[in-house]
C-alpha cells in the first residue's frame, strides 16, 4: 500500500522551531519530486516548498523564504522540511505530496499535480 505519513508537527512558540518529516511506504521516493502544502482554517491550501527527485532543485514560497529549509534522504526514504521563525501565520495543517516525474525542476503550486498525499500533520504557532 502506497502511504505518505507527516510527523513532528505541535505546538510551538513564535520563534521556535519544527521539524516535520514526511517518510513513504510501499514505494521509493527516489523518482518522485516532493512538495509540502498547508491549509490554515478557512484558506485555500498553499505550496510552501518542494524538492526534486534528486535533491538538486528545491524552492520555497515567499512566505517561508529563509526561514524553511526542504531536504531529503532518499536512503531513508524520507523528506524533511526545517521550520525556524516560526510565526502565528505558519500555524496550518502540512501536507507532503509525492509527484512522479522526471523533471529535474520543481515548482510551487497548490498541488493539484501531486499524485499521492499524507493526512497531515498540525502546527501551531501560538504564545
Known amino acids: 500500500q502506497l502511504q505518505l505519513v507527516e510527523s513532528g508537527g505541535g505546538l510551538v512558540q513564535p520563534g521556535g522551531s519544527l521539524r516535520l518529516s514526511c517518510a513513504a511506504s510501499g514505494f521509493t521516493l527516489d523518482y518522485y519530486n516532493i512538495g509540502w502544502f498547508r491549509q490554515a482554517p478557512g484558506k485555500e491550501r498553499e505550496g510552501v516548498s518542494c524538492i526534486s527527485s534528486s535533491g538538486g532543485s528545491t524552492n520555497y514560497a515567499d512566505s517561508v523564504k529563509g526561514r524553511f529549509t526542504i531536504s531529503r534522504d532518499n536512503a531513508k526514504n524520507t523528506v524533511y522540511l526545517q521550520m525556524n521563525s516560526l510565526k502565528p501565520e505558519d500555524t496550518a495543517v502540512y501536507y507532503c505530496?509525492?509527484?512522479?516525474?522526471?523533471?529535474?525542476?520543481?515548482?510551487?503550486?497548490?498541488?493539484?499535480?501531486?499524485?499521492?498525499w499524507g493526512r497531515g500533520t498540525q502546527v501551531t504557532v501560538s504564545s
Open positions: 505530496a509525492a509527484l512522479h516525474t522526471f523533471q529535474a525542476m520543481c515548482v510551487i503550486s497548490p498541488g493539484d499535480e501531486y499524485d499521492y
